[in-house]
């Protein structure tokens, strides 16, 4: 740890944080990994503590706690977090459910302290371009697919099948979110059709329209069962050309011509941003994936579909 970098500590310890977050906050000076809440063990060579409590307690020197662990726990966590006067960075979806997120920013603002509601798409490296692309364009049709094979990304994962563990929509918020940061007009959702295993409280794919207000076609569909390659991608229509990211927003090609991108990638752009809100004691948190969802959960049909089996 060098003398001005920040102690931060990582809560729960699993594919996200071991993925993404301890190689981001390696690669950034201004944060150092101090310790972790795990009940499975932790990290080799960093101080674990069993409970969020303990961790709180023990060490008053670390200001800033990044939660990783499934959206149903990261309440209390986070209200935990706060009511001890720490910053928080929420994975996504920052919540079980729109009202407690709102409730969080409320805690952290009457606490004083930064909450950041992390959404990694809106850190690719096509997101900000395509924002920029987009700013004066006339749009008039929006696709999104966001289709994987649940079994390859999420092997063994029980809450996600569970109530508040979203289904289809933990990776199809990530499409949401992308959507709802670079699109110039603001979307509602409208109708959607949402397909559960008999077997499962959360759905496999999702269908969703939303509209604007007027004729634009905007329609959405994440699926679970896809086999063979990812699809990630977003297609906008506009007056003057078509723009497609793909990868989950890691390429972007205007009327099918790349552009070639730079920046830091995701998580370590996701960190750079908690330094920023940091410095300048500020918070960001965002509903708005999290409304749509909640919306399509409101106004979708439910449908059965077969039963799941991992
Ligand atoms: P995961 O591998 O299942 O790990 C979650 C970890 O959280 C567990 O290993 C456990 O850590 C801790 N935990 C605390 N309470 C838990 C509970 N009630 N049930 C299960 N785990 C609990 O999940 P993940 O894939 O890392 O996803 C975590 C969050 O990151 C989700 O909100 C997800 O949407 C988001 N995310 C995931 C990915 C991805 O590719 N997997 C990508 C981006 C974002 P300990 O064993 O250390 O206690």
Same mark, same amino acid.
């Given at each position: 740890?060098?003398?001005?970098?920040?102690?931060? =500590?990582?809560?729960?310890?699993? @594919?996200?944080?071991?993925? &993404?977050?301890?190689?981001?906050?390696?690669?950034?000076?201004?944060?150092?990994?101090?310790?972790?809440?795990?009940?499975?063990?932790?990290?080799?060579?960093?101080? !674990?503590?069993?409970?969020?409590?303990?961790?709180?307690?023990?060490?008053?020197?670390?200001?800033?706690?990044?939660?990783?662990?499934?959206?149903?726990?990261?309440?209390?966590?986070?209200?935990? =977090?706060? =009511?001890?006067? #720490?910053?928080? $960075?929420?994975?996504?979806?920052?919540?079980?459910?729109?009202?407690?997120?709102?409730?969080?920013? @409320?805690?952290?603002?009457?606490?004083?302290?930064?909450?950041?509601?992390? +959404?990694?798409?809106?850190?690719?490296?096509?997101?900000?371009?395509?924002?920029?692309?987009?700013?004066?364009?006339?749009?008039?049709?929006?696709?999104?697919? +966001?289709?994987?094979?649940?079994?390859?990304?999420?092997?063994?994962?029980?809450?996600?099948?569970?109530?508040?563990? $979203?289904?289809?929509?933990?990776?199809?918020?990530?499409?949401?979110?992308?959507?709802?940061?670079?699109?110039?007009?603001? %979307?509602?959702?409208?109708? =959607?059709?949402?397909?559960?295993?008999? !077997?499962?409280?959360?759905?496999?794919?999702?269908?969703?329209?939303?509209?604007?207000?007027?004729?634009? !076609?905007?329609?959405?569909?994440?699926? +679970?069962?896809? &086999?063979?390659?990812?699809?990630? &991608?977003?297609?906008?229509?506009?007056?003057?050309?078509?723009?497609?990211?793909?990868?989950?927003?890691?390429? %972007?090609?205007?009327?099918?011509?790349?552009?070639?991108?730079?920046?830091?990638?995701?998580?370590?752009?996701?960190? #750079?941003? $908690?330094?920023?809100? %940091?410095?300048?004691?500020?918070?960001?948190?965002?509903?708005?994936?999290?409304?749509?969802?909640?919306?399509?959960? $409101?106004?979708?049909?439910?449908?059965?579909?077969?039963?799941?089996?991992?």
């Amino acid at each position: 740890m060098t003398d001005t970098s920040i102690p931060i =500590a990582l809560v729960g310890i699993g @594919k996200i944080a071991r993925d &993404q977050h301890i190689p981001a906050i390696a690669g950034h000076p201004q944060f150092t990994l101090a310790a972790t809440v795990s009940s499975s063990g932790g990290v080799d060579g960093v101080e !674990n503590h069993a409970t969020i409590h303990d961790l709180l307690a023990a060490r008053p020197d670390i200001t800033v706690v990044s939660l990783c662990m499934p959206p149903v726990p990261r309440f209390a966590a986070a209200s935990a =977090a706060i =009511a001890a006067g #720490r910053h928080v $960075m929420l994975e996504k979806p920052p919540g079980a459910s729109v009202a407690e997120v709102l409730t969080l920013e @409320k805690l952290a603002r009457d606490a004083g302290v930064t909450l950041f509601a992390t +959404w990694h798409s809106r850190h690719a490296l096509g997101a900000a371009p395509a924002r920029e692309w987009l700013a004066d364009k006339h749009v008039t049709r929006i696709r999104v697919d +966001w289709k994987e094979d649940v079994r390859k990304w999420h092997p063994g994962q029980d809450w996600i099948w569970e109530p508040g563990g $979203m289904g289809v929509f933990d990776p199809g918020i990530n499409a949401l979110s992308l959507l709802t940061a670079i699109s110039p007009v603001r %979307l509602h959702l409208t109708e =959607a059709e949402l397909s559960f295993p008999e !077997n499962r409280a959360t759905p496999i794919a999702a269908e969703l329209l939303f509209s604007n207000g007027t004729d634009l !076609n905007a329609t959405a569909g994440f699926d +679970w069962r896809q &086999q063979g390659d990812d699809i990630w &991608q977003i297609e906008i229509d506009t007056d003057q050309g078509q723009l497609r990211l793909t990868e989950g927003g890691a390429r %972007l090609f205007i009327d099918d011509v790349e552009r070639e991108l730079d920046g830091l990638g995701e998580y370590p752009d996701i960190y #750079r941003h $908690m330094g920023d809100l %940091l410095q300048n004691n500020a918070s960001d948190v965002d509903v708005t994936p999290l409304v749509h969802v909640s919306d399509a959960y $409101m106004l979708g049909r439910h449908l059965t579909v077969e039963p799941f089996h991992d």
